[in-house]
């Protein structure tokens, strides 16, 4: 028999929370220096016609992905409230349903890929020298999507019964299989054809399959409580409440990140118009976010599926003790990141600059103001993930939109007049504050303790009256009645490096 799952509703939480929170934080570094390592092989020996061509295909997978992350999300959730309930049956007919739908969906999804590359690429402007480059990356990346949905699906899975090492080990196979296999199939050396920019793509689809089946054969092999094997072949069968709750509470989760792409889109778009220095500036600022932010969606992710297995239980107190830790944890590992990237700065950027750049003064200036935003980021992301525990998704959405679209965008474009790009730098502290009141107060006094995931409860959950009625508490303390729960969103990877569904976080929400 496999080692048993962390149960995540008993012992102590700061240390249970932290310890499930490391291996995931691991693989999102693991991947963010796979995208950096792949960067490298195609920009620099394949040109940047086929740097282009990544980035342009690759816009198309975080759409793809992105659009599934939701739904990951969602039977993250109910495994977890299943396990925390100890119906371990609940939980196996949530992962057949869950298992049947994702790899169905990923079927459909490559086989119209592979017809649909061209057009979807031209339909984007991708320009005419790098057009032939993408469509012959993107085709392969398409037959990946089976396998990159189904890793990213038994991910959510495995950390849904408490279980993030077992993940993080085969993600990190795969890592190693990519950049292994990167120069191999590009260049042709040994035995391996020379594919060229489809070599990346190869890679990618070679590493991911082979970490799968890695992945299952550890499953059976260790008689993991969520293989579904041939007795079981019935618990695939579509269950349509199951369904429903996937879709029903999935969608708005995975139209947050609809929301934070436009976003960054429009952001970028008012930054490009200061001029090449300033967008050179903002993009090396970019790089070192993507770090900055790692802390906060590890901790959101573990304090997700932890809040989801004591809202299971009915364990409250627990969930609000998640909640505490998430923040405490959130303001000490994200503050350890950003307070060498101040004191360092000139160091840090000028790994991403020419030499005597002008940008580099420009990129100093912006990352004083902006960097400190991801305090507050964090926050949002752990109480918006407890929140979304229970089933309560809208909230969060309308969080989100409200923080992007309601300030952060009209900040910027309002007062750039009067403040020229340092309105840009600005909305980005201003609009993530705001997020995170609005989420503590929805926390405090919201009513997402009575939300539900599926229609009708088997009763094995706590009514909401039964929730302790606690004073509120400091802000270590969020609110003194609940739990955070939150899960990594898609991450648009770096050019080079195809957006992997592995990979939960988000990324770009604080761009």
Not at 5 to 33: E, H, K, V, Y
Request: charged fraction near 10%; charge should be positive.
């Amino acid at each position: 028999m496999a080692k048993a799952p962390l149960d995540l509703t008993t012992g102590p939480i700061g240390r249970n929370l932290f310890l499930f929170a490391l291996p995931i934080l691991a693989g999102n570094i693991a991947q963010s220096l796979n995208g950096s390592v792949n960067a490298v092989w195609v920009g620099r020996y394949l040109g940047e016609a086929a740097l282009t061509a990544t980035a342009n295909a690759n816009n198309i997978m975080f759409f793809l992905i992105g659009s599934v992350f939701g739904i990951g999300m969602a039977a993250t959730i109910l495994i977890g409230q299943a396990m925390g309930a100890r119906d371990i049956v609940q939980a196996r007919r949530v992962m057949g349903t869950s298992a049947t739908f994702f790899i169905g969906l990923s079927v459909v999804i490559a086989v119209a890929g592979w017809w649909l590359s061209h057009p979807l690429l031209a339909a984007m402007g991708t320009p005419a020298e790098s057009l032939p480059l993408a469509e012959a990356y993107l085709r392969i990346i398409f037959l990946a999507m089976p396998t990159l949905y189904a890793f990213a699906f038994l991910s959510s899975a495995l950390r849904g019964v408490g279980d993030s090492r077992t993940p993080f080990r085969f993600l990190l196979l795969s890592v190693v299989l990519d950049i292994g296999f990167n120069p191999l199939l590009i260049f042709g050396i040994g035995p391996f054809p020379q594919l060229g920019i489809a070599g990346a793509a190869w890679a990618t689809l070679i590493a991911q399959t082979l970490s799968l089946i890695g992945l299952l054969w550890y499953m059976r092999n260790k008689r993991h409580v969520l293989w579904l094997g041939r007795k079981d072949m019935a618990m695939f069968r579509i269950d349509t409440t199951i369904l429903r709750a996937l879709v029903v509470k999935g969608v708005p989760m995975g139209l947050q990140m609809v929301l934070i792409s436009l976003s960054m889109i429009l952001m970028m778009s008012m930054v490009n118009g200061y001029g090449t220095d300033t967008a050179a500036a903002y993009g090396a600022s970019l790089q070192l976010w993507t770090y900055v932010q790692m802390p906060a969606m590890a901790i959101g992710a573990a304090c997700s599926s932890m809040a989801a297995q004591n809202v299971g239980a009915g364990n409250w107190d627990r969930v609000r003790g998640t909640a505490r830790s998430g923040v405490l944890y959130n303001f000490l590992l994200t503050g350890v990141l950003i307070l060498p990237l101040i004191l360092l700065d000139r160091y840090t950027l000028a790994l991403f600059l020419p030499e005597a750049s002008q940008s580099l003064e420009v990129a100093r200036h912006l990352n004083h103001i902006a960097v400190w935003s991801f305090l507050f980021f964090g926050v949002n992301f752990v109480i918006s993930g407890v929140v979304r525990s229970t089933g309560a998704v809208i909230p969060p959405l309308l969080i989100l939109a409200a923080s992007l679209w309601g300030i952060r965008v009209p900040f910027a474009e309002l007062l750039q007049d009067n403040w020229g790009a340092d309105a840009v730098w600005w909305s980005f502290p201003v609009s993530s504050f705001c997020a995170m009141l609005m989420s503590l107060a929805y926390y405090r006094w919201g009513g997402w303790r009575k939300a539900h995931m599926l229609p009708a409860q088997r009763g094995e959950m706590a009514a909401p009256a039964e929730v302790p009625a606690m004073p509120p508490s400091p802000v270590a303390d969020p609110n003194p009645e609940a739990p955070p729960t939150a899960a990594p969103a898609p991450t648009p990877s770096r050019a080079g490096q195809p957006p992997s569904a592995a990979r939960i976080s988000p990324h770009a929400g604080n761009r």
